[in-house]
């Protein structure tokens, strides 16, 4: 759930990307690149932007969010770190044929200080949306990524079709309740519209709360 900051400003807080910040940041010191151009895919609140991005100086972090209001916490979450490595949000919907950033990204022109991106990171995101999304980020994915790039994803998954805890159970069905179209993907369906677009798994890292760290590698 977020919920606005104390004090009336735009920033959201969501408890669950605080209790989540840490071992997802070991998990990306271990993997990311040192520098280059990453892309948040569902910003969110913006507190993972926020935190993350001063971890990794020599590494552009773009946040982007397609609601509105939340975009605006990001923005201000932005604002608040104060990190020159931070970019302000960018409005980018996985589903459009054309990215905002793939021009930066396919041009690696130095002239204009544009690069292509190294790295995608995108948490419980493709759960909270239909599975058009899911195949949109791939798309989107094997079209900006450089070669060797990844794509990072968190979250909850299926595997072989079964939920890997209760509780997970319980969550994918109030999500199908709220909107029949959401739901908890099953890590094999996932994977194998990765491989359409290029893209192949490399590590799969259990994570806290019967969470999973799931990375792929642009082969294209």
Known sequence: MIKPTPGGDRRQYAPAAERNRDPILAVLQRVLPKSGLLLEIGAGSGQHAAYFAPHFPDLIWQP???????????????????????????????????????????????????????AIFSANMIHIAPWKCCQGLMAGAGRTLAKGGLLILYGPFKRGGEHTA????EFDASLRQRDPSWGIRDLGDVTACAGGAGLTQTEIVDMPANNLMVIFENQA
Do not use: F, H
């Open 64 to 118: 982007s969010e397609p609601d509105p209001q939340s975009r605006a916490s990001v923005a201000a979450w932005v604002d608040a770190t104060n990190a020159a490595n931070l970019r302000p949000p960018i409005d980018l919907s996985v589903t459009e044929a054309v990215w905002p950033v793939e021009q930066e990204a396919r041009t690696g022109d130095a002239r204009t200080g544009t690069q292509q991106v190294q």
């Open 166 to 169: 209760p509780s997970n159970a």
